[in-house]
Nanobody, 122 residues
Framework: QVRLVESGGGLVQNGGSLRLSCAAS????????MSWHRQAPGKQRELVAS???????NVAESVKGRFTISRDDAKNTVYLEMNSLKPEDTAVYYC????????????????WGQGTQVTISS
């Protein structure tokens, strides 16, 4: 069983910074794409940023220039560096990982973390 555990959320003032971490544990072969999503109250979950194993990143327009996604494959961990935070960034942030359980036969899981609350005060 693969488990994703997020950390780093909290309450910060407008313009502040936070760094989220998400570590994967369990039995698996490798991890392909890792990503961060968020869900604000009353809104649908949305993609914030994703990063493939080969290093290709995709960042939502709403956070481009303020948020940076990175990963440490030796630690099976993905990070989200968030700067110049705004009240509209307030949401529960979820980590996602496409985990390869085995390559032959190919088996994979789409895994989600439990979420971490990020609140920006105005």
């Amino acid at each position: 069983q693969v488990r994703l555990v997020e950390s780093g959320g909290g309450l910060v003032q407008n313009g502040g910074s936070l760094r989220l971490s998400c570590a994967a544990s369990g039995r698996f072969s490798s991890i392909t794409t890792m990503s961060w999503h968020r869900q604000a109250p009353g809104k649908q979950r949305e993609l914030v940023a994703s990063l493939t194993a080969s290093g290709s990143a995709n960042v939502a327009e709403s956070v481009k220039g303020r948020f940076t996604i990175s990963r440490d494959d030796a630690k099976n961990t993905v990070y989200l560096e968030m700067n110049s935070l705004k009240p509209e960034d307030t949401a529960v942030y979820y980590c996602n990982a496409i985990v390869i359980l085995s390559s032959a036969p190919l088996r994979f899981n789409n895994c989600w973390g439990q979420g971490t609350q990020v609140t920006i005060s105005s």
